[in-house]
């Protein structure tokens, strides 16, 4: 069966800092990746997705960037994070067919201070 | 603009009763649905899903009904449990694309 993880679960960093959060999927080929984040009583927004390795395609304009050096790992990464990329961050994968179905991660939470 | 919305924000529910969630979306090229969970700090579990070629499919103790005349989506919980509690909310899918759109929640309490 196909499970995702995404880590760290919980994560405080300062202004200014990096980021990375890392993204796996296994028992699956050539996934379909996204990148969400969540805020307190809003849906979910689109940051990154991508089909293949190396391909990511960018929804919104902002401080944070995606990778995708293997095919079942995505990166969500920043070089200098501000208060307002604190979130709940949802790594997601679709299969390769387009079937439509969605499955979720368990969630980073980041704290900007 | 398209959206996929929910009537209430918060449900209610002795335990033991039925529960009933709805969804209202606009966008007539949607032709795939998905429920989801959400307990508290976790990432949304998938619970059921239909395609726009169905108007009703039943899983273990949920069930969703689709009605594209009105465009409107609803998730039953049969028997209400304590550990059903949690934010749902509901996704539309555009014939395959990776686009999602998602409604903010409904939030499910079960009263003892």
């Known amino acids: 069966s196909q499970t995702i993880h995404q880590w760290p679960a919980t994560l405080v960093q300062p202004v200014g800092s990096p980021l990375s959060l890392e993204c796996t999927v296994e028992?699956?080929?050539?996934?379909?990746l996204y990148w969400y984040r969540q805020a307190a009583g809003r849906g979910l927004q689109l940051l990154f997705y991508s089909v293949g390795i190396g391909q990511i395609s960018s929804e919104v304009p902002q401080n944070l960037s995606a990778s995708r050096p293997q095919d079942r790992q995505f990166i969500l990464s920043s070089k200098k994070l501000l208060l307002s990329d604190s979130g709940f961050y949802l790594c997601a994968w679709s299969g390769w067919e387009n079937t439509g179905e969605l499955f979720f991660g368990e969630g980073s939470r980041l704290t900007v201070l | 603009g398209e959206s996929v919305g929910l009537h209430l924000p918060t449900l209610s529910v002795q335990e033991g009763d039925n529960s009933i969630i709805n969804c209202a979306y606009s966008?007539?090229?949607?032709?795939?649905f998905i429920w989801y969970k959400q307990e508290s700090g976790k990432g949304p579990q998938f619970i059921i899903d239909?395609?726009?070629?169905?108007d009703k499919r039943q899983g273990q103790r949920v069930t969703v009904l689709l009605n594209k005349t009105v465009k409107h989506l609803s998730l039953q919980i049969a028997a209400t449990q304590p550990g059903d509690s949690a934010v749902y909310f509901c996704?539309?899918?555009?014939?395959?694309?990776?686009?999602?759109?998602f409604g903010t929640g409904t939030r499910l309490k079960v009263l003892a």
């Open positions: 966008n007539s090229a949607s032709d795939y």
């Open positions: 239909i395609r726009s070629n169905m």
């Open positions: 996704a539309e899918n555009i014939g395959g694309t990776y686009k999602y759109i």
């Open positions: 028992g699956t080929s050539n996934p379909n």
